[in-house]
Each structure stands twice: as C-alpha cells, then as structure tokens.
T-cell receptor
Framework: SQQGEEDPQALSIQEGENATMNCSYKTSINNLQWYRQNSGRGLVHLILIRSNEREKHSGRLRVTLDTSKKSSSLLITASRAADTASYFCATDGDYNQGGKLIFGQGTELSVKP | DTEVTQTPKHLVMGMTNKKSLKCEQHMGHRAMYWYKQKAKKPPELMFVYSYEKLSINESVPSRFSPECPNSSLLNLHLHALQPEDSALYLC?????????????FGNGTRLTVT
C-alpha cells in the first residue's frame, strides 16, 4: 500500500515567497526523509527527521512531524528559482517490511523569478 | 555532482538486445539499490543489496538481473525488455540498509526500449 501521499501535487510561487508541502503516511515509522529531484536527475537527500522529533531545521528548510496525525510538512522559506524541482517524502514504514523506503507521489514546485 | 556514478546516461535498446547498466560508489556504503522511475512518478524499488548479498527483490521480472560484483559496484543486466520498461533507472547507496540512513542517488540511466 502507498505509504506516503503528498499535497499539493503541484505548487507555483514567486521568488521570495515561502513554499509548504505536506506528506501523509499510513503506518508507524522510524523516520521520515525529504528528497529533492531536479528534472532528469537523481534524488538528493534534504533532511531526515526521526519519529521522536517534532521539528528540524536545515538552512532555509523546516520540517515538522506529527506522528499522531501521521503527517509531515516541508517549508522552504524565501524561495529561489533554483528551488524549482520535485520534492518527495519517504518513510521507512514497518520494520517488518524489511525497512523499505517508500516514496510519496511528490510535489512539483515551480518558483518563478 | 553526485558521488554515485551511473553509466551509460542514455541507452536505447531493442527488445531482443542484451545490455547492462552500471553503478559505482566509493563512499564505503554497504547497501546499494536499483529504482525504476517513470515520468512524474516516484521511484519504485526494484532490488536491494546489503553487504553484497541480494536482500530484497520486489517481484521484478526475470528480464532484469542484478549483480553486485563487489562492495563498490552494482550492475543491472537487461534482456528481452518490453517498451513499457522504458524509464529512468536510478542507483542509490547508503551506509546501511534503507530506512535507517539517507540514500545517495546517481543521476540515472534513461532507458528507451524500442
């Protein structure tokens, strides 16, 4: 079953604005990760948040995790045109599944200069 | 630039061809992965190698055959593929088995099956 679902599917903003993407998942997790993918390239790991953490920051990125609601959000502040990419959340799911990393459907972010 | 190198970047093959995709990492990672990604879709896990042993096969058709010759190299042998197998094939590595540590991805091989 699909572990991570994201919304919105697509987001278009102006440079300088903040972008918020949300991720929901179904089963218990050990950690949740966010990745970025530029068009035609591989995925780049952005940030990992453990199940016992509620918030984490990395530069212009802020990730929150609410395990009671099984949801996470990624906030990119003061966006730049270079932030244009697809963003995926990924969860490790139930360890009985072999610790597989399952990716959400992704949010396509477009930042207009 | 990524620390995981995949070759070739692009590959066009006929349905009767045999080809191989290659992946290399020198970060000392002990887990390596093959993912398949269709346009505007998330990556789908195909295989996981942990300490050079196949630990996960996500019911992938036998026309895809993975091989891990050593801890730095991962191959994907392709034979008698179908047009629907056209996709971006991504290799990744991690310090230990996925879900526990972040994945490092290569830039992929864009495969077209004619």
């Amino acid at each position: 079953s699909q572990q991570g679902e994201e919304d919105p599917q697509a987001l278009s903003i102006q440079e300088g604005e903040n972008a918020t993407m949300n991720c929901s998942y179904k089963t218990s997790i050990n950690n949740l990760q966010w990745y970025r993918q530029n068009s035609g390239r591989g995925l780049v790991h952005l940030i990992l948040i453990r199940s016992n953490e509620r918030e984490k920051h990395s530069g212009r990125l802020r990730v929150t995790l609410d395990t009671s609601k099984k949801s996470s959000s990624l906030l990119i502040t003061a966006s730049r045109a270079a932030d244009t990419a697809s963003y995926f959340c990924a969860t490790d799911g139930d360890y009985n599944q072999g610790g597989k990393l399952i990716f959400g459907q992704g949010t396509e972010l477009s930042v207009k200069p | 630039d990524t620390e995981v190198t995949q070759t070739p970047k692009h590959l066009v093959m006929g349905m009767t061809n045999k080809k191989s995709l290659k992946c290399e990492q020198h970060m000392g990672h002990r887990a390596m992965y093959w993912y398949k990604q269709k346009a505007k879709k998330p990556p789908e896990l195909m295989f996981v190698y942990s300490y050079e042993k196949l630990s996960i096969n996500e019911s992938v058709p036998s026309r895809f055959s993975p091989e891990c010759p050593n801890s730095s190299l991962l191959n994907l042998h392709l034979h008698a593929l179908q047009p629907e197998d056209s996709a971006l094939y991504l290799c990744a590595s991690s310090r230990s088995r996925e879900g526990i540590s972040p994945l490092h991805f290569g830039n992929g091989t864009r495969l077209t099956v004619t």
